[in-house]
């Protein structure tokens, strides 16, 4: 059974750091690539950041030159999320995301609450 535990939020204020991290386990083939969402009270859950299984990744215009996403080589690997120059829009529920690499699957964490406020 895959699943995907998420850590590193918290509180920092505007202008601060913090970095989130994804660790996935259970699965046999691996994923063909994973995300970092993002759900702030009242809005729809919005795609943060993605990397590739061969490490292309994308990112939201809101947050591009201040995030960062990274992963490392194993088969379930551990996700990182370099979070720079926070904003208090940046405040939300931070969600990992992970794409099987065969069928239509999909695995979501548990949340991680990001709160930029001074």
């Known amino acids: 059974q895959v699943q995907l535990v998420e850590s590193g939020g918290g509180l920092v204020e505007p202008g601060g750091s913090l970095s989130l991290s994804c660790a996935a386990s259970g699965s046999h083939f691996g994923f063909a690539s994973m995300s970092w969402y993002r759900q702030a009270p009242g809005k729809q859950r919005e795609l943060v950041a993605d990397?590739?299984?061969?490490?292309?990744?994308?990112y939201a215009d809101s947050v591009k030159g201040r995030f960062a996403i990274s992963r490392d080589s194993a088969k379930n690997p551990v996700v990182s999320l370099q979070m720079n120059n926070l904003k208090p829009e940046d405040t939300a529920v931070y969600y990992c995301?992970?794409?099987?690499?065969?069928?239509?699957?999909?695995?979501w964490g548990q949340g991680t609450q990001v709160t930029v406020s001074s």
């Open positions: 995301r992970a794409e099987a690499r065969f069928g239509p699957h999909e695995y």
């Open positions: 990397i590739t299984r061969d490490g292309t990744t994308d």
